[in-house]
């Protein structure tokens, strides 16, 4: 059921507003040394607004912002959504073919161009905008003719005033579920789709782990972010709860291991976000050994499992460890394991159901799964769903049974405890001699070897079975593929130990920092 508290059309830039009331001076961001207090935030939130407002914007309308996290991201964020229009990102790293394609889906009526953007990208996003007849396309980083500058945008919201909010506009009233933003998918599998997320969901998911951070952390809560825009891991799991919570948000544009633990140690960071392939990455920088690690005292992880000796090089620094599953469409995690986890529950599940009502295990006969020897798709219903594959109306019918649960299309089972273990992806799933495998179960076995750090199993094709597995394994020690592979014949069935691996110092990553299985099939290819 949807808590009653969440049915009020609760927008996240109330929270700011709140926070404001509270503590106006303190950050809630800070960029390359500048700091954005939360009393800023509000003004320059609502003065954006305003000026949307005025440009004509009605609830609904699309507004693309092309930039990275930065505090100029944030405020479009919130405005969009306080002005009641739908908000989407626009990542730098985007090909041709990609951008091109979710302005074509998504239509938005405006397009905001970071400051920072270089001038092929504005060039190529002017071209691809005055094709599809968008109506405000707005930067300060280039002027002409057709470019309507920032200042002269937000000219137009200069009605409001601190002394009199009652002057200007009047804010649209939100419904609990309407619309905030549009979330494209990786499209590892076709094109991308475009979830479409409620404001309701992301302020529920935000209370949810805000919760956390305030339990976890004994004085200031500070975070860096520097995912990208296009991704709820930026907008969800670090904007929402940590303004909810009131802390500090430290932007990066990019993943820099060096330049990550220099503001670590300069800022104070007390919560680290990301996936293992990060911290791997910052361990293995030769700073890591000289840095201030003392302010950290939170670690979440997401997108892959952690391996058992990582957890406890964190451990050993008296860190609180948490992580839990999740994906674009459920608008934040659906399972959490709790503090006092030991390393193995940590390293080999996912944590337990967070609203166990609206959670389910089916099995491939569409019937529920509550042993613990068969496996099940996971599938969520309620306030953690997304709304729909925005213009998309066949794939969003794909993905909900008639009873209104949301396939994931992740397939997991139950422990003994009641946890769950994640096997893996539908998607990702081969067959080999006949028998189903699914890459995580194996990773999850490879990672609790001593000395794994970071493991990704792939499919390759097999003249006898079809398809077999390679592991690709990043080390913490010194490994004996021999042992490795014993280990996995003891703990696997013998068809889903993998054939042959490889070891590597690094894996290559996503932009969002998960392992890039594409490029390393290519070396099958």
Known sequence: MIPEELTRGRILFDYVVEQAQDQPNASIAIFNGTHVSYQDMVTQVRVYANSLIASGMKPGDRLAHFGGPCPEFLVSFLATGLAGGIWMGLNPKYSQRELAYVLKDAQPRFIEVASSAQDKDIENIKSLSATMGIDFFITDAWQDENTQTMGY???QGATWSAADENKGFTWPELAARAPCMIVYTSGTTGHPKGALLPHQSVCYSGEYD???YVKGVEGPIRVINNLPINHVGCTVDICAPFIICGGTMVFMESFDTSEILRVIEEERIS???AVPTMYQMMIDDPLFSSCDFSSVKYIVWSGAAMSEPMLKFWKERGMVLDTGYGLTETIGGVTSCGFNDDITTLASTIGQPTDPDNFRLMDDNGELVTDTLTHGEIQV???LTM???YNNPQATQENFTPDGWMHTGDVAQWTDNGYLQLVGRTKEMFKSGGYNVYPREIESVLERFPGVA????????DDLYGEVGHAFIVPMEELSELAIKQWCKEQLANY?????????????ILPIGKIDKKTLAKEFS
């Open 496 to 508: 889903k130990v993998p054939k042959s691996f490889s070891v590597s110092k690094t894996l290559p």
């Open 454 to 461: 970071l493991s990704a199993v792939i499919s390759v094709k």
């Open 387 to 389: 709304l729909e594959y």
């Open 153 to 155: 945008f937000l000219s």
């Open 381 to 383: 219903r309620g306030v």
């Open 271 to 273: 919560v680290l976000g």
């Open 210 to 212: 805000a919760k956390g």
